[in-house]
């Protein structure tokens, strides 16, 4: 085989195969990163790993029961876990026994509908 035609075939083979990864690569999300205490943002919001370790002198706004898990800034529709994305945080993973000073209380689920009545016989 000439080394031309030998390029061309090696072509052939490789370069949908590239473009493929390529389409993958942009449909992948970016890797998730949890946030660390020592970030800056994250010391200027009082983040902490674990909501029975905030400085109640320094945060009395802060009440033992909330966490980020009950927290409204959680990315909507991420899933339950022990590290979440946190919208507040560029959507990094905190904590689900966190607390940070940006917490706000999520909203109470609405309440289940009625059942439907039973048929009459
Ligand atoms: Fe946790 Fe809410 Fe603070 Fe994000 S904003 S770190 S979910 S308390």
């Known amino acids: 085989m000439n080394s031309r035609r030998h390029f061309l075939l090696k072509l052939a083979v490789t370069a949908p195969a590239a473009l493929g990864v390529g389409l993958l690569a942009q449909d992948t999300p970016p890797p998730a990163v949890k946030l660390e ?3 800056p943002v994250a010391i200027a919001l009082g983040y902490k790993m674990d909501t029975t370790k905030v400085d109640q002198t320094k945060y009395p706004q802060h009440k ?3 966490m980020c898990s009950n927290c409204a800034l959680v990315t909507p529709g991420s899933a339950a876990g022990e590290f979440i994305p946190c919208s507040a945080f560029q959507n990094k993973l905190v904590s689900s026994n966190g607390w940070c000073m940006a917490w706000v209380k999520k ?3 609405p ?3 009625a059942p439907a ?3 009459k016989p």
Do not use: G
């Open 117 to 119: 009545p039973a048929p």
């Open 107 to 109: 909203p109470d689920a």
């Open 64 to 66: 033992p029961e909330q």
């Open 111 to 113: 309440p289940a509908p």
């Open 37 to 39: 205490e020592t970030d």
